[in-house]
């Protein structure tokens, strides 16, 4: 069974920093790309990027190329996300992702972590 | 960035009725090298994570009911819920995996009358 296990609620305070991890039972992580999909309270999806663990290559989506570093390390299975220079706009619920791979792509996400509140606030 | 947009925001059903959610995309999501559509469609219950319904526009994901039928190509996609039951009540998102960024609608909610 597959299992993403992400670290638990975050408080930081504006222009800190934090640090979320994505633990990884039953698949490889070397084997497939690592997302991250954020939901801000009450609102939609958004995708944030994604890091290819094999390589440690990264994409990110315009808005938070200076906001989210992603990494991984293979050796315990677990993906990061640092969040940086945090505002009150960043307070949402972090998703690890793990996509479906059928006949030769990657499709829509079907293994998600539990999700990591991060709270900006003073 | 390809924007998703999706319609209605809301809307109420009563259980045993069919739905019709859309989901329209800025650009065609169709791959010419295999006639397939890169969109997808989630279904995301309060406090929970999403989770996967339909690939490749049309295909359901291991263990959806049959009751859930996406449909469309280019850029008109719809998702159909037949006899709709009280656990189908949640919000529904469609998302593009076409290129990045990936990027989903914002969403329609799907209550009961």
């Known amino acids: 069974e597959v299992q993403l296990q992400q670290s638990g609620a975050e408080l930081g305070k504006p222009g800190t920093s934090v640090k979320l991890s994505c633990k990884v039972s039953?698949?490889?992580?070397?084997?497939?790309?690592m997302h991250w999909v954020n939901q801000r309270p009450g609102k939609g999806l958004e995708w944030i990027g994604r890091i290819d663990p094999a390589n440690g290559n990264t994409i990110y989506a315009e808005k938070f190329k200076s906001k989210a570093t992603l990494t991984a390390d293979t050796s315990s299975n677990t993906a990061y996300m640092q969040l940086s220079q945090l505002k009150s706009d960043d307070t949402a619920i972090y998703f690890c992702a793990i996509p479906y791979y059928y006949d030769g792509y990657y499709h829509l996400f079907a293994y998600w972590g539990q999700g990591t509140l991060v709270t900006v606030s003073s | 960035d390809i924007a998703i947009t999706q319609s209605p925001s809301s809307v109420a059903v009563s259980v045993g009725e069919t739905v019709t959610l859309s989901c329209k995309s800025s650009?065609?999501?169709?791959?010419?090298?295999?006639?397939?559509?890169?969109l997808g469609w989630y279904q995301q219950k309060p406090g929970q994570t999403p989770k996967p319904l339909i690939y490749w526009a049309t295909n359901r994901h291991t263990g959806v009911p049959d009751r859930f039928t996406g449909s469309g190509s280019g850029t008109d996609f719809t998702l159909i819920i037949s006899s709709v039951q009280a656990e189908d009540l949640a919000d529904y998102y469609c998302e593009q995996y076409f290129v990045y960024p990936r990027t989903f609608g914002g969403g329609t909610k799907l209550e009961l009358k």
């Open positions: 039953g698949y490889n992580i070397r084997s497939t790309y």
């Open positions: 650009q065609s999501l169709l791959y010419s090298e295999n006639n397939k559509d890169y």
